[in-house]
């Protein structure tokens, strides 16, 4: 902030002396002119805001010495909210005004004593020179005294939010409200953005599926602690259609309005004003800003502010600023709804298109799905286990491109037309895929995918698996000591290339008491390490979990596989064949 000016234009340096006792002065600086000689308190800081001095008016109104006080940034070691706590450097117009090289003044501060109760100040604060080419300010202070009329337990007001307290919050409203996709947080970080900068109480009023209201938020600022009153939140009753009154308004999305216990002193128009009357009453609040939230295409609420220890009421002037918020707040509560609106969409779609496990006399089989951490609640993994014509029983795991509802789509086409396929034609598996990519080819909606699809059957009591894979993972099989091996054999490429070339078979016999593992690549890649690493930490996991039940060892192995930087959903079967003699 050094401001260039010739000696000539250069103002005496402000500093101060104290007969007889030490100036109040930082290292270095070199007073030209008594600062004693203004009658006012007063502080010099420097460019940076240290102080640089301070007579005695400020130091009695302070109750700090002069060492104490040279050389301290006075934002920090003075400046206060309200509530006595740090004031946030962007909140300071104070500094805003020295950083500018302006002169601002405030009808009331916040500022700390040393023996650390709060004073309230007004101030006005100047540019003036310190030596030649250097620049500082002058801060004159006056203390306010309380009236003595003020209602026992209530503030002084805070002075007015400036221009850039307006856009910091506006910008700190979009950021919280948005980075969110939680009803309920988004409603309280609103609350707490607003409270208790600008009231003393938020209330948050929703309107609900078929236009019904629920309170779903009572917070009041106590003591610098916010505290969600539960008594005052819950079920309202129906939005009057032609009510004049300011919360009814605003749940129909017509104004935003002022409001005070005056405005519920009449016999009440309807159940919403009683419960309004019953508010004011619980809450103590004198004065009320109440702004409809509007989303994209409805009204999905109302916000109201209320001050009961602040003796300012809401003004008209305060209601744009009011609209900016609710106006960020809808956006946010928006995206909000409708990505839960998916959610639930995509939990009753997993829970109809991942089949039951069917019963195999002999046979044990679980299965897990596993949702992407940051998509919908279903997926493009699936798997499937069915009986065939012949007798065998069908085994199948795939994967669509995609961890959204458009993939859980291709993926049901995937999985009803290779069910009809397997079943019509009991051929090998290579033939019933190859039927299943042509279909992919020309009449379904799946750009690209994986599957691997199995015959299980039994002869003369030996379990034997006929599979062939389109480019899936390989299958797992673990022996009941422990040993594994991966099912690498009649691999070939992935569905919906167009390819032409022929797919195999492979055949297996598998050990009594042994798991076969069908799984999606979710369960094996990361991002921090290899293909080849994650193949090999799943069969370590999987040899030393052989002798679990199939239940604990498909849980566990979840648990401990699955990348914790992974990002796409998994599919997971498991089969475990009986003991020789059953």
């Known amino acids: ?142 203390e306010v005294r309380q009236p003595a009329t003020m209602p026992p337990g209530a503030g002084t007001a805070p002075p007015p939010l400036s221009e850039l307290d307006r856009l910091t919050l506006l910008a700190e409203t979009t950021t919280g409200l948005t980075s969110t996709l939680d009803v309920d947080e988004a409603l309280r970080r609103l609350a707490a953005l607003t409270v208790p900068r600008l009231a003393d109480w938020a209330v948050v009023d929703l309107l609900t599926e078929g236009d019904e209201v629920r309170r ?59 419960e ?12 009320a800003a109440i702004a409809p939230v509007r989303g994209l295409r409805d009204v999905l609420g109302a916000l109201t502010l209320g001050r009961s220890l602040r003796p300012d009421a809401f003004t008209a002037a305060d209601l744009p ?34 089949p039951q496990m069917p019963t195999v006399p002999g046979l044990e089989m679980k299965a897990r799905y596993v949702p992407a951490p940051d998509a919908s609640q279903v997926g493009g993994d699936w798997y499937d286990a069915f009986p065939l014509a012949d007798g065998a029983t069908a085994l199948a795991i795939g994967d669509v491109v995609g961890h959204d509802l458009e993939a859980a789509g291709g993926m049901a086409q995937l999985r009803n037309m290779l069910r009809a396929f397997a079943w019509s034609r009991p051929e090998s598996p290579s033939g019933v895929v190859t039927q299943l990519d042509q279909a992919v080819m020309h009449i379904a909606e799946v750009p690209m995918a994986t599957l691997l699809l199995a015959r299980l059957t039994c002869e003369d009591g030996l379990w034997r698996l006929h599979w062939t894979n389109a480019g899936h993972p390989p299958p797992l099989l673990i022996t009941h000591d422990g040993r594994t091996r991966y099912l690498t054999d009649a691999h070939g490429i992935l569905l919906g290339t167009g390819s032409t070339k022929p797919r195999l078979d492979a055949v ?17 890649e990361s991002p921090s390490h290899s293909l ?7 069969g370590k996991h999987a040899a030393a979990l052989a002798r679990r039940p199939l239940d604990s060892f498909s849980d566990t192995l979840l648990e401990q596989v699955r990348p914790a930087d992974n990002d796409d959903d998994v599919a997971f079967l498991a089969v475990r064949t009986p003991d020789a003699a059953r």
């Open 216 to 274: 779903a938020l009572v917070v009041q600022h106590d003591n610098g602690v916010l505290i969600e009153r539960t008594d005052l939140q819950g079920p309202m009753p129906p939005v009057p259609q032609e009510s004049p009154m300011p919360l009814s308004r605003a749940l129909r999305g017509v104004a935003s309005a002022l409001a005070g216990p005056s405005t519920y002193q009449g016999p009440p128009d309807s159940g919403i004003a009683v």
């Open 532 to 538: 080849d690493h994650g193949l090999d930490l799943l």
């Open 276 to 287: 309004q009357q019953r508010l004011f009453t619980a809450t103590g609040m004198h004065s």
């Open 1 to 142: 902030m050094a401001a260039a000016a010739s000696p000539a234009d250069v103002p005496p340096v402000i500093g101060p002396h104290t007969p007889g006792g030490t100036p109040a002065t930082a290292p270095g600086a070199a007073p030209a002119l008594d600062l004693e000689s203004v009658r006012a308190s007063a502080l010099v800081v420097d460019d940076e805001g240290r102080i640089v001095a301070a007579n005695a008016g400020a130091r009695r109104l302070f109750r700090t010495s002069a060492e104490e006080l040279a050389g301290q940034d006075a934002h920090d070691l003075l400046h206060r909210d309200s509530d006595g706590h740090p004031l946030p450097r962007s909140r300071c117009r104070m500094r805003e005004a020295l950083l500018t090289e302006t002169t601002a003044q405030s009808d009331l501060g916040w500022f700390a004593r040393g023996d650390g109760t709060l004073l309230g100040l007004s101030w006005l604060i100047t540019p003036c020179a310190l030596t030649p080419g250097t620049t500082g300010a002058l801060v004159l202070l006056h």
């Open 321 to 354: 600023l009011l609209e900016d918020l609710t106006r960020r707040a809808g956006l946010a509560l928006d995206n909000a709804r409708l990505y839960q609106r998916q959610r639930k969409v995509a939990e009753t779609m997993q829970r109809h298109l991942l």
């Open 508 to 524: 297996v016999t598998l050990p009594p008491r042994s798991t076969l593992m069908l799984y999606t690549d979710g369960l094996i």
